[in-house]
């Protein structure tokens, strides 16, 4: 895909593997539109961008443990751009961010729940009007190899908490909305993919886990730019890639009842049903 004239949007872009990809989509010609909680963060990528030559992106502000912020986040992209092309869903927390109790969002959800799938689940759908409109376009939901399948009795894990099984959960949820949003959008020309980018990439998320990083930023940067511009992948949609590989998921995201059951309940937590 050309990115000359298109506008893309990368949650999470302030650190790790979603500045990596925010920088190239830049330097490709893109319209840039940065996402993250830190001005500071922020401020220091676009300079990097505009001493390159680029365009300089658009920063939103906006904390994803708050459905009210994400949903705040959506309304000031569709009214001060015309286009979207490309959403990447990137912004996440890992399984020991924060340390390692069970800590809950602004709306009182489980919070890895909330941050790497809720806030993207309400995201995605506020912002496919101006997808839409926009088709062909792409949605990359950046998940994980690491998936644990959800307890749909204790999904906001009251019960046998670790943060390794709420991440996991939550990379699932992901892959399982992917699936079902492909279903629902056949035949409008917005594809909706996820990936694991790569295994311990060299991020904050990896390095405040204690965990020695065995992949590179590029590496995991690479495979998401290549959901969100390659040709290969052009009205491919639902699909999980594992980096650069069309790979299988947990079979939780193949169980229709499953994800009719997650659907149900994030229209109902995140009051788009209503
Ligand atoms: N690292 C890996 O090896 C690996 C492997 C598989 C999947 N992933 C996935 O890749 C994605 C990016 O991870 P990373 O490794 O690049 O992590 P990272 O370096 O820790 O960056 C995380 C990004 O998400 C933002 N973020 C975190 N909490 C947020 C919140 N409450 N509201 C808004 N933004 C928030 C951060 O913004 P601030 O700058 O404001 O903190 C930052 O921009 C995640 O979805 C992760 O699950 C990573």
New binding site residues.
């Given amino acids: 895909m050309k990115m000359d004239g298109k506008t893309v949007l990368v ?9 990596y990809v925010a920088a190239k989509l830049a330097a490709a010609g893109a319209r840039v539109l940065i ?4 001005r500071e ?2 401020r220091t990528l676009a300079d990097e961008i505009k001493r390159q030559g680029h365009s300089e992106p658009v920063f939103y502000q ?4 708050s459905l009210a ?1 994400a949903r705040r986040l959506a309304e000031a992209v569709l009214a001060e751009h015309k286009r979207l092309d490309v959403f990447i ?6 399984s020991r ?1 924060l340390g390692t109790e069970r800590r809950t969002s602004a709306d009182g959800h489980e919070l890895r729940f909330a ?2 799938y809720l ?1 993207g689940f309400l995201l995605a759908h506020l912002l496919l009007p101006l997808l839409k409109a926009s088709a062909p376009s792409r949605i990359v939901n ?5 998936q644990h399948p959800l307890d749909f009795d204790d999904v906001m894990l009251t019960k046998g908490y670790t943060g390794a099984r709420a ?1 996991a959960q939550s ?1 699932l949820a992901q892959i399982m909305f992917t699936v079902d949003l492909a279903r629902e959008l056949e035949g409008s020309g917005v594809t909706v993919n996820a990936l ?11 390095r ?1 886990g204690g965990i020695t ?1 065995i ?1 590179t ?1 590029e590496q ?1 940067g690479d495979a998401i730019l290549h959901l969100a511009t390659g040709d290969d992948v052009a009205g491919k949609s639902g699909l999980f890639f594992n980096g650069m590989q069309q790979s299988q998921a947990n079979p939780q995201a193949y169980d229709e009842a499953a994800r009719k059951r997650l659907r149900a309940l994030s229209l109902e937590l995140t009051g788009l049903s209503a």
């Fill in positions: 949650t999470g872009s302030t650190d790790g593997v979603g500045r996402h993250g909680r830190d963060r922020a906006a904390d994803l443990s912020a869903s990137n912004a996440g927390i890992g961010t941050v790497n806030s950046v998940a994980s190899l690491g991440y990379k694991h980018p790569a295994t311990y990439m060299n991020t904050t998320m990896v405040e990083p992949s930023v995991g």
